[in-house]
């Protein structure tokens, strides 16, 4: 392997956007047969937007109210949806956000959850009854949330997010190099299995803690495989790390950057199977 072709590798690939952080990482790139992407603002654009709401406008309000605290995208699609409305949000005693499960707000003395059926059930209160409902909405590909104030069911709250029009595209050319391709997602099952239908993936792992998605790719790399992991945001950092190779995709956190071995400029999903192509090319030369 000459430096010299792999300088020329490296450089070819940032004129396009893509950054490998030394040329090892575009050798260890050749050698690659998975890749893992995360759901939320990697596949997807990451501006989800309410689509369906059940529920009165006093429980809209305390909803949003408790969202301004998460900094979390379905949060951000929640408050839009009430400035809209010229909804007067409330003030917030106080708030957790319970990661892979929902948010939890005190208002007026009263506890505001919101998520998923995980959260529901952790707090006690029962909403079997609103499966039917809710799994409609996942099937659509939407991210359905329950809301209950003082311990009472209240309404659902259903987010979508639009997938980015290049990713049918990019996924198809990823398994036409080879890569089994396998999408990630602390989202349910079902949700995640309509929009992997969408963009051509197979292959799915959802219902995952963000802290779990670190040893989602270790078990991968236990079969034998060379795994790159995509994702942009914080939670996918410790992921980011352990795979063979890191990509870091789009507006991406500090952090995810930090993390990875590859930074893809500006979301564009073409650029995956394009950097790929670059190693194959310039290792092969070298050969
Ligand atoms: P992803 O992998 O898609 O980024 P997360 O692990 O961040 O998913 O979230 C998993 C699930 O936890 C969401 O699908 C949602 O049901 C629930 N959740 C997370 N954050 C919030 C929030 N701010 N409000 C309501 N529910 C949330
Ligand atoms: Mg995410």
């Known amino acids: 392997a000459t430096p010299t072709s792999i300088m020329v590798g490296t450089g070819k690939a940032a004129e396009s ?25 990697t596949i997807t654009k990451g501006k989800p937007e309410v689509t369906d709401f059940t529920g009165d406008i006093e429980t809209l309000k305390l909803l949003a109210s408790a969202e301004k605290g998460s900094e979390h995208p379905l949060a951000e699609a929640i408050v839009a949806y009430t400035t809209e409305q010229d909804i007067t949000l409330a003030d917030v005693e106080d708030f957790d956000a319970i990661p892979g499960y929902g948010i939890r707000a005190l208002i ?25 409902d809710l799994s409609k909405l996942e099937t659509e590909g939407k991210t359905a949330m329950l809301v209950a104030v003082g311990g009472v069911f209240k309404g659902i709250v259903a987010v979508a997010d639009t997938i980015k029009e290049n990713a049918p595209e990019a996924i198809k050319m990823l398994q036409d190099e080879g890569l089994e391709v396998i999408m990630l997602t602390g989202d349910n099952e079902r949700t995640a299995q309509a929009i992997a239908k969408q963009v051509g993936i197979h292959n799915v792992i959802s219902e995952v803690l963000p802290e779990e998605k670190a040893d989602k790719i270790k078990a991968i790399q236990k079969t034998g495989k060379k795994v790159a992991m995509v994702g942009d945001g914080v939670n996918d950092a410790p992921a980011l790390a352990i795979a063979d190779i890191g990509i870091a995709i789009g507006t991406g956190t500090e952090v995810a950057i930090e993390a990875a071995d590859v930074t893809i400029l500006g979301g564009e999903l073409l650029l995956i199977p394009k950097a790929i192509k670059i190693s194959h090319a310039t290792i092969k030369n070298i050969k």
């Open 17 to 41: 956007g893509i950054l490998f952080k030394g040329g090892e990482h575009l050798e260890r790139t050749h050698q690659l047969n998975a890749i893992v992407l995360d759901k939320t603002g």
């Open 108 to 132: 007026n003395s009263e506890n505001v959850l919101v998520g998923n059926r995980k959260l529901m059930s952790q707090n006690g209160i029962d909403t079997n009854i609103f499966d039917e």
